[in-house]
Nanobody, 115 residues
Framework: QVQLVESGGGLVQPGGSLRLSCAAS????????MGWFRQIPGKQRELVVI???????NYADSVKGRFTISRDNAKNTVYLQMSSLKPEDTAVYYC?????????WGQGTQVTVSS
């Protein structure tokens, strides 16, 4: 069982920045992949970005050039740096981890982009 705890959401104006954090209960070296997804009420959860244990990343087209995923292995934490935020980035953001083909989710953190 992998536990994930997210933090860093909030309200930000368009064009602003936020950094989300996801702390894992396992060494992130042991995880096959970690990533961020987001969900708007009434819509399916969608991929934002994933990073594999080997460091490969895959970003959604809608966030390329604006969002960056990084990790701190010593802290077992993955970060999502979000810049040039747009109102359409408003969603609940979920941290995800995959271990031995099992997917784990955090509780979600709300990001609201509004003036």
């Amino acid at each position: 069982q992998v536990q994930l705890v997210e933090s860093g959401g909030g309200l930000v104006q368009p064009g602003g920045s936020l950094r989300l954090s996801c702390a894992a209960s396992e060494s992130i070296f042991s995880l096959n992949a970690m990533g961020w997804f987001r969900q708007i009420p009434g819509k399916q959860r969608e991929l934002v970005v994933i990073i594999t244990s080997g460091g490969r990343t895959n970003y959604a087209d809608s966030v390329k050039g604006r969002f960056t995923i990084s990790r701190d292995n010593a802290k077992n934490t993955v970060y999502l740096q979000m810049s040039s935020l747009k109102p359409e980035d408003t969603a609940v953001y979920y941290c995800n981890a995959v271990l031995r083909l099992v997917s784990y989710w955090g509780q979600g953190t709300q990001v609201t982009v509004s003036s």
